[in-house]
């Protein structure tokens, strides 16, 4: 294993944010550890200009958590920190409570796989203070990066249609992890497979691959390279055609495509990866039905994202399987989600929750107060109408009206016959999991439901429909309530 992944799974305490650890210590001294808090795990704006994201890595998130603790080792190099002062970042009592720390708090969360939209939770953490602090960020490391990659890849997957995408991006994903947790993410989000080995075993994805330029470079020429690979794969033969003259290249897989065929075997296809792809695989495509190979494939990769597949299918590209790589896993256009955790509501010792609200200059960072929940809706059609966000304090009930938080003239009711669902399920109770872990198979086939069950015009590329999304009319009351007192009680300006 790579030495930065041994350190993650070896010591999980310190797969955080410096100060995550002082505010830990700072709760502890102050005598608040015992305080109860909630954090809401959102994300601001939808990614690539896009109408929704793809939930993505829960299920990592959660080892972590049932791992989280602290070595001796880990303990031994905190106290090796050092202030401004030059003294000991952190107290001997601090360091001896990390020594039996265990995550013990509960988190709710949409399952992975899910269709989520800007401004509602999507993970919430209840418990103990430092519990729910010391998480938040392995919980947005995990969770806004493969939430990221995955609805690329569904993109990418709609821009294809019926056509198999192959994940090809190890090679430029950002490091050993991120090259992983891109596999893993890009399959939930529709890819038929990866050509991470790796990922692979890990997480039984389907490899695939081809051969790279420097194979036919090796030989003195292309047909002796293609000779030699179909005598050493007589049946896994795709073979890479641009690397002198993409036409010729084709003409001679064609040749070596009957030699197999002669001899029992079959020529799975081409990869190109340069040049006009539309007109080279149109052409490729005639050169191989001529040879009498109609079942061979056109595979096409170079540089490829959803916007560029959709302008070879108006081409008639004949590409019959797309490889993905670095747009794909890099997250091309968009290199961060900007999911944020919030805290939302504290309860102290033997009282009830108190509603907190974090204010902003712009609208769209001032925070919904209270332990929240996310309902549903769906229309008579049982295709989602709309998102609401509530205070599980107060669950909606009955007809119920959403409001838009951004522009509180815009409001969105739902009849109380109307079937909703809660989107956060229980996962994890006590620091202890709840939820059964599902395969990521089962993950992907769960994502496909859930895109297919939304209207095409919220999955289009450019202008989407905005998807309503919420707070419901009480929780959004009390919103501005709050609001309101905390600007009020803030020092006026000096003059």
């Known amino acids: 294993m790579h030495a930065d992944l041994r350190a993650t799974v070896a010591s999980p305490g310190l797969y955080t944010d410096l100060y995550q650890l002082t505010m830990a210590q700072g709760y502890v001294l102050a005598g608040v550890a015992d305080t109860h808090a909630s954090f809401s795990l959102a994300f601001r704006e939808n990614p690539f200009g896009g109408g929704y994201a793809l939930a993505c890595g829960l299920e990592q998130a959660l080892d972590y958590l049932e791992s989280l603790r602290f070595s001796a080792d880990d303990i031994a190099y905190l106290a090796t920190l050092t202030g401004n002062d030059a003294r000991p970042l952190f107290a001997p009592e601090f360091l001896d409570y990390l020594e039996s720390f265990r995550f013990d708090a509960d988190v709710d969360a949409v399952l992975e796989g899910t269709v989520v939209f800007a401004n509602a939770p999507i993970l919430r953490v209840t418990g103990p203070i430092v519990s729910c602090q010391l998480v938040e960020t392995a919980l947005l490391n995990t969770i806004n990066f493969q939430t990221l990659v995955a609805t690329k890849a569904a993109r990418v997957c709609e821009a294809a249609g019926e056509d198999p995408v192959i994940e090809f991006g190890l090679r430029r994903a950002q490091g050993p992890d991120g090259g992983l947790s891109a596999s893993r993410a890009a399959y939930v989000g529709g890819c038929a497979g990866t050509s991470n080995v790796l990922a692979g075993r890990v997480h039984g994805i389907p490899v695939a ?68 792809l539309a007109w080279l695989s149109r052409e490729a495509r005639r050169i191989l039905d001529e040879a009498g190979l109609p079942g061979a494939k056109i595979v096409a990769s170079n540089e490829l994202d959803e916007h560029l597949i959709a302008s070879l299918k108006d081409q008639d590209a004949a590409i019959d399987v797309w490889g993905v790589g670095t747009k794909l896993v890099t997250a091309y256009e968009q290199p961060a989600l900007g999911g944020v955790y919030k805290l939302t509501a504290v309860r102290k010792p033997g009282a009830e929750w108190e509603p907190r609200v974090k204010l902003s200059e712009q609208i769209g960072k001032v925070t919904t107060p209270g332990v929240l929940g996310v309902r549903r809706y769906l229309d008579e059609d049982g295709h989602p109408a709309g998102d609401m966000v509530y205070d599980t304090a107060s669950p909606p009930h009955g007809d119920v009206v959403m409001v838009d938080p951004a522009d509180p003239t815009r409001r969105k009711r739902f009849a109380k016959s109307q079937h909703a669902e809660e989107l956060l399920a229980p996962v994890v109770r006590g620091g202890r999991r709840v939820h059964e872990a599902s395969s990521l198979q089962e993950t992907a086939e769960r994502a496909r439901r859930q895109l297919a069950a939304f209207d095409p015009s919220v999955r289009r590329f450019l202008n989407p429909h905005s998807y309503p999304v919420g707070l419901e009319r009480g929780a959004h009351a009390v919103r501005t309530k709050l609001v309101v007192l905390a600007r009020s009680q803030q020092r006026p300006e000096r003059k």
């Open 209 to 276: 691959g081809t051969h790279a330029h420097s194979w036919v470079m090796l030989f003195d020429t292309e047909r002796e390279a293609f000779d030699a690979y179909a005598a050493a794969m007589p049946n896994n033969c795709t073979f890479l055609v641009d690397t002198y003259d993409t036409i010729e290249g084709v003409a001679l897989a064609a040749e070596e495509g009957v030699r197999l065929q002669e001899q029992g075997h079959a020529l799975i296809g081409v990869r190109i990866d340069s040049g006009d």
